[in-house]
C-alpha cells in the first residue's frame, strides 16, 4: 500500500525541496563533437544523410561542412559505460530524490517521455556541456503501472561560447511496483492492452438484448400484449400496461432521423471525428448507433443507411451502421 | 392553505461566490459562503433558518452546509433532480415549503467544482447498475455521452426542420457576451466576440462550436425565499414570484429524448410554461427581460418557442434583429449566462432574475416588472416568473 495520512503530507513536503534546483552535476562532453562518433552514431541508427559522414557531400549541403545529427544531442555528454555501474556521484540531487522515493516503497522507475529542441547544427569541434534542473514533481498519481510520481527534468545543453544549442526535457514515473498477484497465470491483469470502449452496464431490463447482439441481430422489443414495438427496451409496455414481452429482429434497414460528429473530448477506444446517428429503422422504432465509413461531411438527415452488428474494438459487438448501397 | 403558489413566497436575499476555473477550495466552503452571503443580503440571520434545498447533483449535504453557516432547526429539507433541469424546481419546492407553512425560510443553493473537480464535459461511465446507468448504457458504447453530445442531437434535426444556421445560433452567443462584457463576474468580462469568431471557433460536437457551450465553473450560489409578509420587512426590494412550475414530459428521458414522433418537440417546456402562464395569470407579452437557461445556445431558441415569445420554428428569426440584447423585445440573460458569465447550474440566473427585479444588472433593462427564469432543457425541467412586489 501507498504511504497516506501525515507521512505521506511529509514526503510531499520533502520532494517540494527538490522542486527548481540544479541537481548539482555539470555535464561536460568527454569529446569534442567528432566525426567517429557521428559515423558509429549514423551507422547505428541507419542514417544515411551525407552531410553527417560524407566530408564532399557534406561541402556541398547547405551546411558547407560535416555536422552532426541533431538527435544526437544527449549523446555528447553521457556518462558512458560507468553510468551503468550503479555507483552515482554524492553530489547527485536526481539519485537522492530517486532514493527518497525508493525510501517510501516507490522504487520502480520508467522512462514516460521526452520533449527536445535544437537550435543549431552541431559541427566537428564543438564542445558541449549541460545542466540539469529538476522542473517539476506532479501529485501522486495512480497509473496503470501503480500509484506514483512523475519526475519532470530538464537539461539545457550549451557550446565552448556559453551559447545555447539545445534542450531536452524527461519524464520519469516513479512507482509502487504492485505486489505479483497471487494468481500470476493470469496474464491479462499484467498484460496492457489498448484502450476499449466503455461498455453497458447490464441488467434485468436490457441483458436479453445485448444477448442478441452477441448473436448478431439487432432485437426490438414487443409488447405481448397490444404488440406495440419499443426501444430503448423496458420492463412494462407504456400503451397497455403489460408486463410481458417479447421481441422482433430488425432487418437494419433505415434512414437517418438526426446525427452529430463528436470531435471533443476524445475518449480512448473511440477514433474521432465520431459520427453518431439516430436511425429511424424500418419497423418504426429509433436506434442510436454510428455510422462508419463516411466523410462526416456527406452524412446527412434522411440518408438511408443499413446496419451491421460488427466487433467494435477487441471485445465488444455493436450494430453500426454504413451508408446504403 | 393557498390553492395555488401565486405570490406566495418572495426572493429577499442572494448571495454567490466568484465564478473561476479553481476554487482551491470544497464545494462545501463554496456552499457555506453562497449561503452565508444571501442569508446576509436578506437580511437575515442563520437562525431565522429553517429550510434548505439544492438538487440531487450537489455534492454537498443540506446539513453540511447548515452545521458550516449555524444554520440551527431545519423543519424543511429536499432535493430535485435532473441537473439544470432542477435549477428552478428547487425554487418550486422552496415555494412549497413557505406557503404550506412548512418553513419560513428557505435557502436555496447550488455549489460545484465544475472545472477542477468533475467536469461535465468528460462524459457519463461506470457507477451501480442502476436504470439510470441502463439509460446511459444505449449511448456509451456509440461514444454519446456528453451533455454537447445529446444537445447537439436535437439541435441538428431542430436546424434541418426550421432552417436554423450556426449564424443563428451565434446571436444568441454575441447577445449575451455583449452583457457579460459588462458584467465583473463573469469570465469574459471585457471580452467582445465577434460572429467572426464564432464561426471560426472549433467544433465540439457538430453542429455546435465552443462558444455554443456553456463553460464549466467553479463557485456557488444561493437565495433565500420567505412569505411576502416577512418580505416587507427585510431590507431589498423583494422579487416576488408570480408563478413556478415544475414539468416532465411523454416519453422523457435524460438529455436523451431521441424516441419522440417529434424529436424537436420539448414537451416539458410547454408543460413548465404553461402553469407558469396559467399560475400567474401573465402572458409572454408582460415579461420586460429574462433568463433563460443556457447550457447550449441552441436551447435558448426552444425555450422562446415553448414560453410564446414566438412561433414553433421561429426563434432564429425572433431574436436576428437583436431582440436578446438590452433595448431588444426580450434582453435576456444580462449577466452573460452560462455562456459567458458562469456555469452554476442556473442558480446564478435565478440571483441575475433577482437583479433584474431589484434593477441592479449591470445591463438593467428600463422596464422590469416581471421577468422569466427558466431551467435546463432536454430534462425534466422547471420555470418561474418573477415580479415585483
Request: glycine share 10%; net charge negative.
Amino acid at each position: 500500500m501507498a504511504i497516506s495520512g501525515t507521512e505521506r503530507e511529509e514526503f510531499e513536503k520533502q520532494l517540494e525541496a527538490y522542486v527548481g534546483i540544479d541537481i548539482g552535476l555539470e555535464d561536460q562532453g568527454r569529446d569534442p563533437v567528432n566525426a567517429a562518433m557521428v559515423r558509429h552514431w549514423c551507422e547505428a541508427m541507419g542514417d544515411g544523410c551525407g552531410a553527417y559522414t560524407d566530408p564532399v557531400q557534406a561541402a556541398a549541403s547547405v551546411h558547407g561542412e560535416l555536422v552532426a545529427p541533431p538527435t544526437m544531442l544527449q549523446a555528447w555528454i553521457l556518462g558512458g559505460v560507468s553510468m551503468a555501474s550503479g555507483e552515482s556521484d554524492p553530489r547527485d540531487k536526481q539519485k537522492e530524490l530517486h532514493r527518497l522515493f525508493d525510501s517510501k516503497g516507490f522504487t520502480g522507475v520508467v522512462a514516460t517521455n521526452t520533449e527536445q529542441e535544437y537550435t543549431r547544427y552541431l559541427k566537428m569541434g564543438d564542445e558541449i556541456c549541460a545542466k540539469t534542473v529538476i522542473e517539476s514533481i506532479s501529485e501522486q498519481k495512480a497509473t496503470g503501472l501503480g500509484i506514483g510520481y512523475f519526475i519532470n527534468t530538464r537539461t539545457t545543453f550549451r557550446d565552448q561560447n556559453d551559447e545555447e544549442v539545445g534542450w531536452l526535457t524527461f519524464r520519469v514515473l516513479k512507482f509502487e511496483i504492485a505486489e505479483a498477484s497471487a494468481s500470476s497465470s493470469d496474464e491479462s491483469s499484467v498484460t496492457p492492452s489498448r484502450p476499449q470502449r466503455l461498455k453497458p452496464a447490464l441488467g434485468h431490463d436490457n441483458a436479453w438484448w445485448w444477448d442478441c447482439v452477441e448473436k448478431d441481430e439487432l432485437a426490438i422489443q414487443r409488447c405481448s400484449s397490444c404488440h406495440a414495438l419499443r426501444h430503448p427496451p423496458r420492463p412494462m409496455c407504456g400503451e397497455c400496461q403489460a408486463s410481458d414481452w417479447d421481441f422482433v429482429f430488425s432487418t437494419g434497414q433505415g434512414t437517418i432521423y438526426s446525427f452529430v460528429v463528436i470531435r471533443h473530448p476524445e475518449v480512448p477506444g473511440y477514433t474521432y471525428p465520431l459520427v453518431v446517428a439516430v436511425v429511424e429503422l424500418e419497423e418504426g422504432t429509433r436506434f442510436v448507433g454510428n455510422v462508419l465509413d463516411i466523410d462526416p461531411a456527406e452524412v446527412e438527415v434522411g440518408m438511408s443507411v443499413q446496419a451491421s452488428i460488427e466487433l467494435v474494438d477487441d471485445e465488444m459487438k455493436l450494430p453500426v451502421f454504413r451508408r446504403a448501397q | 392553505m393557498p390553492t395555488t403558489l401565486k405570490d406566495e413566497a418572495a426572493i429577499v436575499g442572494i448571495g454567490e461566490t466568484e465564478y473561476s476555473k479553481n476554487s482551491g477550495r470544497s464545494e462545501l466552503a463554496l456552499a457555506a459562503e453562497a449561503c452565508r452571503a444571501a442569508i446576509a443580503d436578506a437580511g437575515l440571520t442563520p437562525a431565522d433558518i429553517d429550510g434548505m434545498t439544492t438538487f440531487t447533483m450537489d455534492n454537498t449535504d443540506e446539513i453540511e452546509v447548515a452545521r458550516a453557516v449555524g444554520v440551527g432547526d431545519l423543519t424543511f429539507f429536499s432535493r430535485t433532480p435532473h441537473g439544470g433541469g432542477a435549477a428552478i424546481g428547487v425554487m418550486h419546492q422552496a415555494v412549497m415549503a413557505v406557503a404550506t407553512g412548512s418553513a419560513k425560510a428557505v435557502v436555496v443553493y447550488r455549489a460545484l467544482n465544475g472545472r477542477s473537480g468533475a467536469r461535465y464535459s468528460e462524459g457519463v461511465s461506470g457507477g451501480p447498475t442502476t436504470s439510470d446507468l441502463i439509460h446511459w448504457s444505449w449511448y456509451m458504447p456509440s461514444g454519446l455521452m456528453t451533455p454537447a453530445s445529446w444537445v447537439a442531437m436535437v439541435t441538428q434535426r431542430y436546424m434541418h426542420e426550421t432552417g436554423c444556421t450556426s449564424e443563428d445560433l451565434a446571436e444568441v452567443c454575441i447577445a449575451q457576451r455583449e452583457h457579460a462584457i459588462k458584467n465583473p463576474r463573469a469570465f469574459f468580462h471585457g471580452k467582445p466576440l465577434t460572429l467572426e469568431e464564432h464561426q471560426a471557433a472549433r467544433h465540439i460536437v457538430e453542429p455546435l462550436r465552443l462558444y455554443d457551450c456553456c463553460q464549466e465553473t467553479d463557485g456557488g450560489a444561493a437565495c433565500v425565499v420567505v412569505s411576502p409578509e416577512m418580505a416587507r420587512d427585510l431590507p431589498n426590494p423583494p422579487a416576488l414570484i408570480r408563478a413556478v412550475a415544475q414539468g416532465a414530459g411523454a416519453h422523457q428521458e435524460s438529455m436523451t429524448s431521441f424516441y419522440r414522433p417529434t424529436m424537436t418537440d420539448l414537451p416539458e417546456v410547454d408543460l413548465s410554461a404553461r402553469q407558469c402562464w396559467e399560475i400567474s395569470g401573465l402572458t409572454a407579452d408582460d415579461i420586460d427581460a429574462a433568463v433563460i437557461y443556457d447550457a447550449f445556445s441552441s436551447i435558448v431558441l426552444w425555450q422562446l418557442e415553448s414560453y410564446g415569445f414566438c412561433k414553433k420554428g421561429e426563434a432564429a428569426d425572433f431574436i436576428r434583429d437583436g431582440a436578446l440584447r438590452l433595448g431588444g423585445r426580450l434582453p435576456t440573460n444580462t449577466h452573460g449566462g452560462q455562456l459567458s458569465e458562469a456555469y452554476v447550474h442556473g442558480m446564478n440566473g435565478v440571483n441575475e432574475g433577482v437583479r433584474l427585479i431589484r434593477g441592479t444588472s449591470t445591463s438593467q433593462p428600463a422596464k422590469n416588472e416581471h421577468v422569466l427564469v427558466t431551467a435546463g432543457v432536454g430534462v425534466p425541467t422547471s420555470g418561474m416568473i418573477l415580479g415585483q412586489a
